[in-house]
């Protein structure tokens, strides 16, 4: 069965219907999901990863589990997440997982940024600062400082989370 077809006929149904018959592709290409993710919930993955979260969506209902990427580095006593996490390893196959960026992309995405900017002098700084020593907290340091251009990063930044997010579904 082609999965484009298949998810072509999925238009008037109802979310019950829906989900059945998302769940039964999934079934059918275990390795391959086709599976559009609403919007919102894409949007949600990405701040999470943002947060440097790992995400988990479940399979079955498309509810959203997550937790730090890092968390055995945090050094409690009790991990807060240690249900969601046991909750996950339990049944791995049940969930798509999703990774945030390392640390090579995000770089990569704040020298693109860098270089979309038309003011001049603050171009030059955001690159100057990029070819630096602690390059992600001087750019911060920076951005910050930065005006107007201090919500157009976030703006960039989100987006190119979504696109990251767009990219492991495919």
């Not at 290409?29 to 919930?41: A, C, F």
């Not at 976030?154 to 696109?163: C, N, P, S």
Request: glycine share 2%; net charge negative.
């Amino acid at each position: 069965m082609n999965p484009c077809l298949f998810l072509s006929i999925l238009d008037g149904l109802t979310i019950r219907e829906i989900k059945t018959c998302l769940y039964l592709l999934v079934s059918y290409q275990p390795k391959k999901y086709i599976v559009k993710l609403k919007e919102h919930l894409i949007r949600e993955i990405a701040g999470e990863l943002e947060c440097g979260n790992l995400c988990f969506v479940n399979k079955a209902d498309f509810s959203l589990e997550y937790y730090p990427a890092n968390y055995d580095d945090m050094g409690w006593e009790e991990n807060p997440w240690q249900d969601v996490i046991d909750k996950i390893k339990k049944k791995p196959k049940d969930y798509l997982e999703f990774e945030p960026m390392d640390s090579n992309q995000s770089f990569k995405i704040m020298r693109e940024f860098a270089e979309l900017i038309a003011k001049d002098n603050l171009q030059d700084e955001l690159i100057k600062t990029l070819n630096r020593s602690s390059p992600f907290r001087n750019f911060k340091n920076v951005i910050d400082n930065s005006g107007e251009f201090r919500q157009k990063w976030f703006d960039f930044r989100d987006e190119q989370y979504i696109i990251w997010v767009n990219n492991q579904i495919n």
